[in-house]
């Protein structure tokens, strides 16, 4: 596909090792860690903060969809991720915007001009 092999340069992106483990991972685009219990250890890349803030699961899904002249749907594991991604994202927008409980709920300090007892 892209020609790029380990221990290899690539033109473009330089020794895919070093770029994966140092350069993505200093930058906080992935997070590097130990599977847990795993004997031999061993390691797996998950999604760090900053790929987390600069792109979306979906939009990447869609990049890759259209390298391989498809859509997105046609990788169901993950266009399931992508949706749930979407969903949580949503959620977390939609949280961040609510007032808080204690303020929705509060009485009003207003006073009513109004009387009840006339």
Known sequence: MLGIYAGRRHWIFGEPRRLITKDLVQKEYLNYCQVPNSDPPRYE?????RACADTSKM???EVLAKFHGRVPSSFPDLYDE?????AERAGLRGASRAP???EASAPSRAKSRSSSHI
């Open 45 to 49: 890349f998950l999604w760090g903060p």
């Open 100 to 102: 808080p409980m204690a």
């Open 59 to 61: 939009k990447v899904l």
């Open 82 to 86: 992508a949706l749930r991604d979407q």
